[in-house]
């Protein structure tokens, strides 16, 4: 995994920094709620692709211009991109 692991961009549990960042924990987390899903033969529809977007403009954002979001939103559009990137590799495969 290719994570920065900023402090600053973590999350912290009774003092201890996780080991990736916030965004990278949303992602980690989302693949284990899609491997749940697909464990539980439930496919998504094609429309939840569209939860790609959010990570990509937050992220574009950030590395374009000054403004840096918080770790919330960070954890959040990591999980729905890949929930969003679950249902359109189901739609390719």
Known sequence: MFCHRL????FYFKGHKFPV????????TGFLIALILELMFIRLPLVVGFCCIPL?????IQSLT????NN???FITGLLFIIGFYSL???IL
């Open 89 to 91: 590799i189901w739609v």
């Open 72 to 74: 919330m939103k960070r």
């Open 21 to 28: 960042c916030a965004r990278c924990t949303g992602l980690v």
């Open 66 to 69: 000054n403004y840096e979001s």
């Open 56 to 60: 990509i403009i937050d992220g574009g």
């Open 7 to 10: 402090s600053k961009r973590s």
